[in-house]
T-cell receptor
Framework: EPEVTQTPSHQVTQMGQEVILRCVPI?????FYWYRQILGQKVEFLVS????????KSEIFDDQFSVERPDGSNFTLKIRSTKLEDSAMYFC?????????????????FGPGTRLTVT | GNSVTQMEGPVTLSEEAFLTINCTYT??????LFWYVQYPGEGLQLLLK?????DKGSNKGFEATYRKETTSFHLEKGSVQVSDSAVYFC?????????????FGRGTQLTVWP
């Protein structure tokens, strides 16, 4: 069964460093998402991406964050200058479609996550 | 705004016990409701969903009914197994909102002992 993959599974970085988290969505999917979960808190939406541009972003997704689909398979999240509070589990997800027009039948498939630890 | 509140964990049960994990929501529109499950080392997987009031979602013996009057979507299973040990997330998506964004609760860790 096709699945979303994420690398690395765990990333440790020093405050102020740049990190790139990588995701390979399911091959025929068109919509891509990043979420994160700080330990003990809710899973929070960061950004959605379609047709090579950001569709929606949350208030968390500030200028330190960027996303890119550099080729036909990868979807990346870059944090330019990491802060201690960026430590979290980051989940990538992909979907065939978004469930607009009253339809909720399009599931978001999630990867296993990348645990980012900023020291 | 949109938010999901779910029962704090961890929940520890013996095999064959009855499970309830409570979930309530607030939403600006008319949401679809979901339960996701995360097994150790894996991604979140959709467990079940309901798209309108009084719908019952079910899968793998789990059930949840969309209750608009109480804004709830509680997860239940009549007889849990050790293999059900996982983290369970309640979530909503507003049908009228942009592009499929999901709003999640904090997750409830379930451990089932033999």
């Amino acid at each position: 069964e096709p699945e979303v993959t994420q690398t690395p599974s765990h990333q440790v970085t020093q405050m102020g460093q740049e990190v790139i988290l990588r995701c390979v969505p399911i091959s025929n999917h068109l919509y891509f998402y990043w979420y994160r979960q700080i330990l003990g808190q809710k899973v929070e939406f960061l950004v959605s991406f379609y047709n090579n541009e950001i569709s929606e972003k949350s208030e968390i997704f500030d200028d330190q964050f960027s996303v890119e689909r550099p080729d036909g398979s990868n979807f990346t999240l870059k944090i330019r200058s990491t802060k201690l509070e960026d430590s979290a589990m980051y989940f990538c997800a992909s979907s065939e479609a978004t469930g607009l027009a009253g339809s909720a039948s399009y599931e978001q498939y999630f990867g296993p996550g990348t645990r980012l630890t900023v020291t | 705004g949109n938010s999901v509140t779910q029962m704090e964990g961890p929940v520890t049960l013996s095999e064959e016990a009855f499970l309830t994990i409570n979930c309530t929501y607030t939403a600006t529109g008319y949401p679809s409701l979901f339960w996701y499950v995360q097994y150790p080392g894996e991604g979140l997987q959709l467990l079940l969903k309901a798209t309108k009031a009084d719908d019952k979602g079910s899968n793998k013996g789990f059930e949840a009914t969309y209750r608009k009057e109480t804004t709830s979507f509680h997860l239940e299973k009549g007889s849990v197994q050790v293999s059900d040990s996982a983290v369970y997330f309640c979530a909503l998506r507003n049908r009228g909102s942009t592009l499929g964004r999901l709003y999640f609760g904090r997750g409830t860790q379930l451990t089932v002992w033999p």
